[in-house]
């Protein structure tokens, strides 16, 4: 028995450290990954200090980088797909420039989610975009895999996530704006349109996806209105390796919870018998008492 317990323990042992090494593994990557990602964002945004004009010549670094096709490098696991850092050196299609514009404008500290345009017959993801913060009260969209951005036409702010699902109108008015500027976008808008026009059920979120997010969207959809669509999805969804940090110290902190409560098991057993040894002592007493 005792033999067993000592296995049992060095495996728990074992587990532990190794849940604590990849996890440090990965996390030291991440962190290496957005210091870089921090000097090249500064480096790209140097001239301007204005956050809407740093946001918009990010949005154009990143459409600019590399080819438009899936990148399909990964870090391990490749269902995750590329990293920011793997995206800013061989570019990749709408879901991978999505997340390197991400981590960008969060590297020099401006808010930023993943948004995501659904087709309109299947409720499948179509098309993968950015919604910014630069300001409190702002919010703008960015599309990296094209390189639009939609202003206001009265020339105050940009629209954000919401408008653009509340006024369909606002996408094919921008496109008609910009094919009148350069008749050479004119395919590109066009495809634009076919590929990209479910705007108006744009969300940060797939909650069609399975029986729980539907049930989760009925749940929230009454107490936060249209705001569910444009909540900020956590950083961690965006980044492999701090995604895998994190995945890494779930069988440590398994291990872990597991021990406590078996000690505290042991613990209660250990307690549990005080009070009947002394009882059996209180009666042999009291016999012998008796007996004389």
Not at 253 to 278: E, G
């Amino acid at each position: 028995m005792l033999k067993n317990s000592n296995i049992i323990n060095r495996i728990k042992f074992l587990v532990l450290s190794a849940s604590i090494v990849v996890s440090a593994y990965c996390y030291g990557s991440y962190r290496r990954d957005q210091q870089q990602l921090e000097t090249l964002a500064r480096q790209i945004t140097a001239s301007v200090n204005n956050p809407h004009q740093q946001a918009l010549s990010l949005l154009s670094w990143a459409n600019q980088t590399g080819s438009s096709q899936r990148n399909s490098e990964c870090f391990f696991v490749t269902s995750f797909r590329a990293t920011p850092m793997q995206v800013a050196k061989t570019g990749g299609d709408c879901a991978d420039k999505s997340r390197l514009l991400f981590a960008l404008l969060r590297a020099i500290d401006i808010p930023a989610t993943m948004a995501m345009c659904f087709d309109a017959d299947t409720n499948k993801p179509a098309h993968t975009i950015i919604e910014a913060r630069p300001s409190p009260n702002d919010k703008m969209v960015l599309d990296p895999a094209f390189g639009l951005y939609f202003p206001r036409l009265e020339g105050q702010g940009y629209y954000s996530l919401l408008d653009l699902r509340a006024n369909p109108a606002i996408v094919p008015n921008r496109l008609r704006t910009l094919r009148q500027e350069d008749q050479s976008l004119a395919g590109t808008s066009d495809y634009y349109l076919a590929s990209s026009s479910a705007y108006n059920t744009a969300s940060t979120f797939n909650w069609n996806r399975n029986w729980v997010t539907k049930f989760v969207q009925s749940l929230l959809r009454p107490m936060l209105g249209e705001s569910l669509y444009a909540m900020s999805r956590p950083a961690v969804m965006e980044e492999p390796k701090l995604a895998l940090a994190s995945l890494a110290l779930l069988p440590g902190f398994m291990v872990t919870i597991a021990t406590i409560v078996q000690r505290k098991r042991r613990k209660h057993a250990a307690s549990d018998l005080i009070p009947k040894s002394q009882s059996s002592n209180e009666l042999a007493f009291e016999s012998l008492a008796t007996s004389h």
